[in-house]
């Protein structure tokens, strides 16, 4: 008789789940999910999963830039959402060791001569190709290959060749996108969950395993090949970057050097890669569908260079192109390379926004979110308009939150 007592009051409160999920979705009118007894806000997200971004864009409008998303129980699923500008700035500000790095001389002139080497031995090789054919080319794959291969140079002072006419498949290139999705699950499932996966090597956690062994094939032979001299020239990049962390009051460099190296080879390829290929992409595509946008850039650049041929510019010339400028700087507003950034404090801290993070509290910055406020750049947000930057320039947070969400994609690895 005792089963039938205890399914007799787990029915219930299964009604009164029900019912109040019923009066509470009939009442409800913003988008803020409900917090439920041990499940949290999880069946609001889950819910509204296929449309995440959107979903958080609406969350963070209704309460004013910031909100504490409760998980389930021993879920470890707590975070705050931000895309308030303040937040942001205050977050990517705290540590500027990436950034250090990125505005040296030398890493410019290494960078500019990288990537114009690419595009005439593999891009336009590879273009002119398919255009010859007239084969229907996906789009996103070669800028993939193309950022993959400029990375693999600046890293590791070698070119994969990755982007070639005959598109070959490499185990480490195509790692990177296979790995993104299961990494992700590790945010919302439960860490005893996916632990478990790992143990068994089933499901996503084998796609990691079979990513990571692919990053250890690829990078661990590079490094090793060169000793520490030829290093010092060669990974000129990677090595200033070790010794701006050696010399860091956050972070002590001990352990393995190798798999130092390997780890912060690959979150600097992770960042790049990714992050560049997904702003061409989109750039591309907002071209295309604004004609008199792509007009004005030709214009521009004709005006510019005046013998209106093909040829190499300099990195200096190209800052004259304002126009283009303010196009890659609305494209990365309404599509950042990274739409939810996670980050998490070593110490205690308090947002400008009033909020208080304990120590390892989970911070999801929304870029996505950010430029899409009407609070920030009006009723005309969703609206793809160069001539915002010159709104842009005269509004300082947002001019640093422009600035955060150009670089960052560089600063992944980073916490505050």
């Known amino acids: 008789m005792a089963i039938f007592e205890y399914l007799e009051v787990f029915l219930i409160l299964l009604c009164i789940l029900l019912f109040c999920f019923l009066?509470?979705?009939?009442?409800?009118?913003?988008?803020?999910?409900?917090?439920?007894?041990?499940?949290?806000?999880?069946?609001?997200?889950?819910?509204?999963?296929?449309r995440v971004h959107d979903y958080v864009t609406e969350i963070l409008s209704e309460c004013g830039g910031t909100f504490k998303f409760k998980g389930p129980l021993f879920s470890n699923m707590d975070m705050v959402l931000t895309s308030d500008p303040a937040n942001i700035h205050h977050i990517f500000s705290r540590k500027r060791t990436t950034l250090s790095l990125l505005n040296q001389p030398r890493f410019h002139s290494i960078l500019e001569r990288t990537v114009w080497r690419k595009i005439e031995t593999g891009l336009l090789p590879v273009l002119d190709h398919f255009s010859d054919q007239g084969t229907i080319v996906d789009f996103p794959e070669i800028v993939l290959r193309f950022t993959f291969d400029i990375m693999c140079q600046l890293m590791l002072d070698y070119d994969p060749g990755s982007l070639s006419v005959d598109l070959p498949y490499l185990p480490c290139e195509k790692a990177f996108s296979e790995s993104l999705e299961p990494l992700f699950h590790r945010y919302i499932v439960p860490r005893s969950i996916w632990k478990l996966q790992k143990w068994l090597k089933v499901g996503d956690e084998k796609k990691l395993i079979e990513a990571w062994k692919a990053f250890d094939d690829f990078i661990y032979p590079l490094i090793s090949s060169r000793g520490e001299e030829e290093r010092e020239e060669s990974l000129n990049t990677l090595t200033s970057f070790v010794k701006a962390y050696e010399q860091s009051d956050h972070i002590s460099f001990v352990g393995d050097s190798r798999k130092f190296l390997r780890d912060s080879v690959l979150s600097l390829m992770i960042a790049g890669r990714d992050s560049l290929s997904s702003t061409l992409t989109w750039l591309f595509w907002l071209m295309s569908a604004?004609?008199?946008?792509?007009?004005?850039?030709?214009?521009?650049?004709?005006?510019?260079?005046?013998?209106?041929?093909?040829?190499?510019?300099?990195?200096?010339?190209?800052?004259?192109?304002?126009?283009?400028?303010?196009?890659?700087?609305?494209?990365?507003?309404?599509?950042?390379?990274?739409?939810?950034?996670?980050?998490?404090p070593c110490k205690p801290d308090t947002l400008p926004s009033g909020d208080h993070l304990n120590p390892n509290t989970k911070v999801v910055v929304a870029f996505?979110?950010?430029?899409?406020m009407e609070s920030i750049w009006g009723k005309d947000c969703l609206e793809f308009k160069p001539e915002r930057v010159d709104f842009i320039w005269r509004r300082d947070k947002t001019r640093s939150v422009l600035q955060v969400s150009s670089v960052q994609c560089w600063a992944k690895s980073m916490s505050w």
Do not use: Q
């Open 290 to 344: 604004n004609p008199s946008v792509e007009n004005k850039i030709r214009h521009e650049i004709e005006t510019l260079f005046e013998d209106k041929k093909w040829r190499v510019f300099s990195a200096e010339e190209s800052r004259k192109l304002v126009y283009l400028h303010a196009v890659l700087c609305e494209t990365m507003r309404l599509f950042p390379a990274i739409a939810l950034e996670l980050k998490s």
């Open 23 to 50: 009066r509470i979705k009939t009442l409800k009118t913003g988008s803020a999910p409900t917090n439920w007894p041990v499940v949290g806000m999880l069946p609001g997200l889950l819910l509204n999963i296929h």
């Open 368 to 372: 996505y979110s950010t430029g899409r």
